[in-house]
């Protein structure tokens, strides 16, 4: 069994920043991109953020120049640092991840979310 943990979701206020983690666990024998996507009340799911297992990212616009994504693939963890936060961030942050597990099955996987309320 593989999962994905998130954590680092809370409340801030406009400008502020938080930084979002997601360990992936289990019987894990090879991660390829990793990344976040987020999902506000009565929208659809969307993505923020990707990183390659060569640690190429990718950001959608609106958080470009903003959040940044990058991992440990010692510790088999992707992290997401957002600064100069908006309203419009607020959203519940999935953790997203391609693996291939000991049996040599490739599966993409998500994570529970994380809430991510920005407000003052």
């Known amino acids: 069994q593989v999962q994905l943990v998130e954590s680092g979701g809370g409340l801030v206020q406009p400008g502020g920043s938080l930084r979002l983690s997601c360990a992936a666990s289990g019987s894990i024998r090879s991660i390829y991109t990793m990344g976040w996507y987020r999902q506000a009340p009565g929208k659809q799911r969307e993505l923020v953020a990707t990183?390659?297992?060569?640690?190429?990212?990718n950001y959608a616009d609106a958080v470009k120049g903003r959040f940044t994504i990058s991992r440990d693939s010692a510790k088999n963890t992707v992290y997401l640092q957002m600064t100069s936060l908006k309203l419009e961030d607020t959203a519940v942050y999935y953790c997203?991840?391609?693996?291939?597990?000991?049996?040599?099955?490739?599966?993409?996987?998500w994570g529970q979310g994380t809430q991510v309320t920005v407000s003052s």
């Open positions: 990183i390659t297992s060569e640690r190429s990212p």
């Open positions: 997203n991840a391609d693996i291939t597990d000991t049996r040599w099955r490739a599966t993409n996987y």
